[in-house]
């Protein structure tokens, strides 16, 4: 009778344990994901290299054209996180009358944290 209920709490322990297990294993392959993600974040200047401050960066995933959006801060920083290493993005800035040239970044560059200057000059008029 006491090998029995011995043997019954060692079942309930190992088939708590092998539940547990799969549960561990997927936090480990999402921190290890969130691990990767990327982050891009820069400033965005004026052609005298003067920060603009509210200027609009857009954030284009070149997959799914989502686009994300920001204000720059007083200073010009921008900062967008928790980018797929695995995707190419196109970023640029806008303000007023003012826009900077479209940039990619490309999900061959294998850097977490990728510094990218958003340099503004005068829109070119359309013909």
Known sequence: MRIRRTA????IL???FFF???AGSQSKQDKKAEAQLRTVHGSVLDKEENPVGSGIV???NSKTQAVRTLYAGDDGAYRFSGLDPNVDYEIHAEREDMTSPTRTISSYDSRRDIEMTLK????KPAH
Do not use: D, E, M, T
Request: aromatic share 6%; no cysteine.
């Open 8 to 11: 019954r709490i060692i079942s």
């Open 14 to 16: 190992l088939l708590g």
């Open 20 to 22: 547990a297990l799969p």
């Open 58 to 60: 857009y954030l284009v």
């Open 120 to 123: 503004l000059s005068k829109k």
